[in-house]
């Protein structure tokens, strides 16, 4: 089960920092992402890490204000976002999944949270 929470109300160029809190084992192969659905928009896939390691996956859209990491001790990966533009306004979801290849594809993922919403103003 995935818990995500941080979201909120701010204004362009802050930051937000996201959380996804895993309950239950996690394995090695098993990696969570992030991603955000706009409103009369498909959901899109914005950030992923493997449990086994910290080596993050970044959508190109958000790479270099964006990043991820996971904190294996409390279960919870982070998604911390800086330079926040209106455009990233979105309801972001956590997601996990025994995922070999492929993290960018949300249909590889089998676990979701309830998504948190972001709201950034001009």
């Known amino acids: 089960q995935l818990q995500a929470s941080g979201g909120g109300l701010v204004q362009a160029g802050g930051s937000l920092r996201l959380s996804c809190a895993a309950s239950?084992?996690?394995?090695?192969?098993?990696?969570m992402g992030w991603f955000r659905q706009a409103p009369g928009k498909e959901r899109e896939f914005v950030a992923a890490?493997?449990?086994?390691?910290?080596?993050?996956y970044i959508a190109n859209s958000v790479k270099g204000r964006f990043t991820i990491s996971r904190d294996t001790a409390k279960n919870t990966v982070y998604l911390q976002m800086n330079s926040l533009k209106p455009e990233d306004t979105a309801v972001y979801y956590c997601?996990?999944?025994?995922?070999?290849?492929?993290?960018?594809?949300?249909?590889?993922?089998?676990?979701w949270g309830q998504g948190t919403l972001v709201t950034v103003s001009s």
């Open positions: 997601a996990g999944g025994m995922i070999a290849y492929g993290l960018g594809n949300l249909n590889k993922y089998v676990d």
């Open positions: 239950g084992r996690t394995f090695s192969d098993y990696a």
């Open positions: 890490i493997r449990w086994s390691d910290s080596s993050p």
